[in-house]
């Protein structure tokens, strides 16, 4: 990222700025944690692929743990109590907030002016279109400069909608969503891991070592009484990470899924194979 950054000219600040400070300061509680994750996990130098797996299967007894031990309701008050505040902050007055964007958004979105300029762009395109398809061996270059001076005209009026828009969609939901998500997500990755476990005692091939570790993870937790138990790696999973996809469940990722490392532009570290790299699409058996 770095090198991209340099490459394209990004304005890069020092470390040194004042203004920076807070951001990169060192913390206390947080480097404990994290050390303490680094030794639990069993690594500390070596290859990248270990390292990923080894955090895995720590974050996996951290799920599998919440679920156990019913955690979940717990955090649900706290990200209500979160909501409320971020649904108050959202709400504002009536002219910066909610309602007030929804005004401006509307009124904007029926401008006369606005509406003119789409009509005159849209019936500028037929034309060109239409001309093309009447005689496509003939250049319409008049139609064509005709159509691209009415799409900027309308681009310029009709930028100030687009922004309030933008404003209006980038305002958080309130609706509870996320934690019917994470309820969503707990039980599919139950139902993963029965399925798992189901082809794993069939005599198919053996697992991928990511989920090898993961069906570890859960029956420490479940079968064993042998689950996460240091108080330092709950924390660190507690306090310090985001677990982005939960928020969403809007892909077809499954909770199971090993994540993508991306080691240089498209390309992934392909370390929770268990053969050479294919094309074919990975699953959690080969």
Known sequence: ????????????????????????????ALSERFNKVLSAGGFSQ???GDALLAHSELYY????????LRLRDQEYAEIRKQNETFRKEGEGDAA???????????????D???????????????????ANQTSPDVPHDKEKQAYLAAKARFDDVNDPY???????RALP??????????DIYDKNLLKDIEYIKAHQTSGSKPLRPHYQQMLKAYEDEFTH??????PLVIEFFDNFVHDSLAGFAKDETLPSDPRCCYIGGDRELKFADNRPVSWERSTAFG
């Open 112 to 130: 006369p002016a606005r509406l003119r300029a789409e009509k005159e762009m849209n019936d500028k395109k037929s034309e060109w279109l239409l």
């Open 96 to 110: 910066s907030g909610q309602q007030g964007l929804k005004a401006r958004v509307g009124a904007l979105e029926r």
């Open 225 to 230: 009484g042998k689950g996460l138990s240091d």
């Open 61 to 68: 007894r951290w799920r599998f743990r919440k679920i156990h």
């Open 162 to 168: 687009l922004r309030e828009r933008a404003k209006l």
């Open 173 to 182: 939901n309130y609706s509870d969503e996320l934690i019917g998500n994470l």
């Open 1 to 28: 990222m770095y090198e991209e950054a340099i490459a394209y000219g990004v304005p890069l600040k020092h470390l040194t700025d004042p203004n920076l400070a807070t951001d990169f300061e060192y913390d206390d």
């Open 46 to 48: 070596g290859r990248l």
